[in-house]
């Protein structure tokens, strides 16, 4: 079955920076969430959209900015990078046709800033 | 973490014995679902049980919810070396557009 895709999986930045992810969710699915896990930490919610409009917003720095097309992939645009950026970041996505909502993560970007 | 706790933070047992996890939560949820993690790896959907279910099986997962203590268990019976990972439980909060994880429970199964 197809499951999320997200590109990079691995990038290498220096501060200042600029850094796009890009994140295509599973077929059918309308809805798509993006996650911080900073090393050794719990995943941290940033942001989702549903239905190329952006849902909810977590703690997402202003530096960073998101949005969702009409093929329903994402993007996460991160801008003047920080060391403190370097994590794993995760797309998921699921179908709000359903009653359950279950989430289906990618395997990650590793974002490495130097 | 912005929900909630689990503990154990780590548990180590052998083969072949049962691991429990714990998860509490802080706000009424819609569902709450189990997530693995293998070091520095993708989080993979185990389990997902809604707030009107008390008791959810999947294979060797054993996923009991109690919503009056906003808390939940995931038993895994008869564990594996394989089994060795972090979980994490997720909920909801009131809204489906977000989730919030826990601080997840990191087991190890030794062979």
């Known amino acids: 079955a197809a499951g999320v895709i997200q590109s990079p999986r691995h990038l290498i930045k220096e501060k200042r920076e600029t850094a796009t992810l890009k994140c295509y969710p599973i077929?059918?699915?309308?809805?798509v969430y993006w996650y911080q896990q900073g090393p050794g930490q719990d995943p941290q919610f940033l942001i989702s959209f549903y239905e190329k409009m952006q849902s909810d917003k977590g703690s997402i720095p202003d530096r960073f900015s998101a949005q969702q097309f009409s093929d329903y992939h994402s993007e996460l645009n991160m801008s003047s990078l920080e060391l403190g950026d370097s994590a794993l970041y995760f797309c998921a996505s699921s179908f709000k046709g359903e009653s359950s909502y279950e989430q289906y993560f990618g395997p990650g970007t590793r974002l490495t800033v130097t | 973490s912005q929900q909630g706790e689990e503990d154990p933070q780590a548990l180590s047992i052998q083969e072949g014995e049962n691991a429990t996890m714990n998860c509490s939560y802080k706000?009424?949820?819609?569902?709450l679902q189990w997530y693995r993690q293998n070091s520095g790896r993708g989080l993979v959907h185990l389990i997902l049980?809604?707030?009107?279910?008390r008791e959810k099986h999947s294979g060797r997962l054993r996923v009991t919810l109690d919503t009056s203590k906003k808390s939940s268990s995931l038993l895994i019976t008869a564990s594996r070396a394989a089994d060795t990972a972090s979980y994490f439980c997720?909920?909801?909060?009131?809204?489906?557009?977000?989730?919030?994880f826990g601080s997840g429970t990191k087991l190890n199964v030794k062979p």
């Open positions: 997720a909920t909801d909060g009131d809204n489906f557009n977000k989730f919030y």
């Open positions: 706000t009424s949820i819609n569902n």
């Open positions: 077929p059918r699915h309308d809805t």
């Open positions: 049980i809604r707030s009107n279910e």
